[in-house]
């Protein structure tokens, strides 16, 4: 079956395709704003409130993790599952539920975060002054947490476009207008970037409800069908499993930074930002693939539709090996040269920006290989790997990172990845005989697809 054939006669495959394109368009909007603002901030306040920033997402990102207890990636499933049964009743249930958990729970690790880090900010961070911003790091944990539950629910909707909006656009965006605004008022205090992002989480979580409502649950209130309630020990014993995963895997993609920040300077962890930046566009087909390809493959598997759900995966591999191809090049031969549009001072980082790219290209050869394993009810497999991989990263950044500062946190990033791509694609291919990966001339027997 060849390529045209599969675009117009395929629904699947139209779908990924139309909606991926969707997606990867406002996320390349969102790359676009999200540069702006690291650009502003770089040249008009330097490295080190980059570094700043960069810890301040880092911490932000981890904490929000254990807020949510998984039920934002859950949340996914929830819908389609019950979609799929005509359970619209239970929807809104879950919605209701979902909003009370994650709220109670940020809550109670805002205020405990905001007591115990005062204690041991100056001891944990011995090269950097955080104490200005530990207060911008507790209001931004509960809007945050919300918003990133009510962005999942618009993706187990195949709300795309809304789910990227919310998810990556609006954010950079919001960001830098309320950056430009104080620029522009000569407000040029240290502590004006962390206070865009901050404020704009909260537009943003407003912005999120006035649509779900309307968009949404509006739409169910007109249904009707039989009520099914799930019981929030129902909900927490599915989302828990992908909760101790997604803490692990944001542990993953930020323990780098952390342990930066133990070891060494907030320049150095703002001249990692750069390049960490920089090298995630490598992966920016992946994330658009999988933004439709995970509610897909939990739809078609729970279906049983498996022949389908072989054919969507490869499918999904091939688009993000062919995509990231050509930018991984290009930050392999040209990596002085992008980094010195931030400054002089950002080109230090062209090894970690090489690294990380290779990084990241890994994760776009082994496709959705996560949601693959999250979506199908493997979530203890797909942790089992992540808490291995997590081991490693972390022990391989306490070893290299003192010696070899940012580019021994970049090593351990590569390192990590290819253990965690290689053990889930392994796991996959024995237990739905699919390679999830793509690389030419290497999936013969998907070669149909």
């Not at 629904?11 to 990924?16: A, G, L, Q, S, T």
């Not at 880092?58 to 998984?70: A, E, M, P, T």
């Not at 704009?200 to 007109?222: D, E, V, W």
């Not at 992908?242 to 907030?266: E, K, P």
Request: with cysteine.
């Amino acid at each position: 079956m060849n390529f045209k054939s599969l675009f117009i006669k395929d629904f699947h495959f139209k779908e990924i395709i139309y909606n991926a394109s969707s997606n990867l368009a406002i996320r390349f909007i969102s790359i676009i704003f999200s540069f702006i603002f690291t650009y502003c901030i770089a040249t008009q306040f330097g490295s080190n409130i980059l570094g700043i920033l960069a810890l301040y997402q880092s911490i932000l990102f981890i904490l929000s993790v254990f807020c949510r207890l998984g039920l934002d990636t859950a949340s996914v499933r929830f819908v389609t599952e019950n979609i799929a049964n005509n359970r619209f009743t239970t929807i809104k249930d879950i919605f209701v539920k979902l909003t009370i958990l994650v709220s109670i729970i940020s809550f109670i690790v805002s205020f405990i975060f905001y007591v115990f880090f005062n204690r041991v900010a100056g001891s944990f961070l011995k090269y950097i002054d955080f104490n200005d911003y530990i207060i911008f790091v507790t209001l931004s944990i509960v809007p945050f947490s919300l918003l990133l539950v009510n962005s999942e629910f618009f993706r187990g909707f195949k709300k795309i476009n809304y789910y990227a909006i919310f998810r990556q656009l609006s954010l950079p965006i919001i960001s830098c207008l309320i950056l430009f605004i104080c620029i522009l008022l000569k407000q040029k205090n240290n502590i004006i970037p962390v206070f865009s992002y901050t404020a704009s989480i909260y537009c943003l979580l407003i912005l999120s409800y006035f649509f779900i409502f309307n968009k949404i649950l509006k739409n169910l209130s007109k249904t009707k069908d039989k009520e099914s309630k799930s019981s929030y020990k129902d909900l927490l014993k599915i989302s828990i499993p992908m909760m101790i995963t997604n803490s692990l895997l944001h542990l993953l993609q930020y323990s780098d930074i952390l342990i930066l920040g133990i070891f060494t300077n907030d320049s150095n962890i703002g001249i990692y930002n750069i390049a960490y930046k920089v090298a995630m566009l490598t992966s920016l087909s992946l994330f658009a693939v999988n933004s439709i390809a995970a509610p897909k493959i939990s739809e078609l598997y729970h279906s049983n539709k498996m022949e389908e759900f072989k054919q969507t995966i490869s499918f999904s591999s091939k688009i993000t090996f062919f995509a990231s191809l050509p930018i991984v090049i290009i930050f392999l031969f040209f990596p002085e040269q992008i980094l010195i549009f931030f400054g002089n001072e950002y080109v230090k980082g062209k090894w970690v920006l090489i690294i990380l790219s290779l990084g990241q290209f890994v994760n776009c050869i082994a496709g959705p290989a996560g949601y693959i394993l999250q979506m199908t009810g493997k979530e203890k497999v797909f942790k089992n790997i992540i808490i291995f991989s997590v081991f490693i990263n972390v022990a391989l950044n306490f070893i290299l990172v003192p010696f070899y500062g940012i580019i021994g946190a970049s090593l351990s990033s590569l390192f990590s990845l290819l253990i965690s791509s290689i053990c889930s694609l392994y796991i996959i291919y024995k237990d739905y005989n699919v390679k999830s990966f793509y690389l030419p001339f290497c999936n013969e027997s998907n070669s149909d697809v």
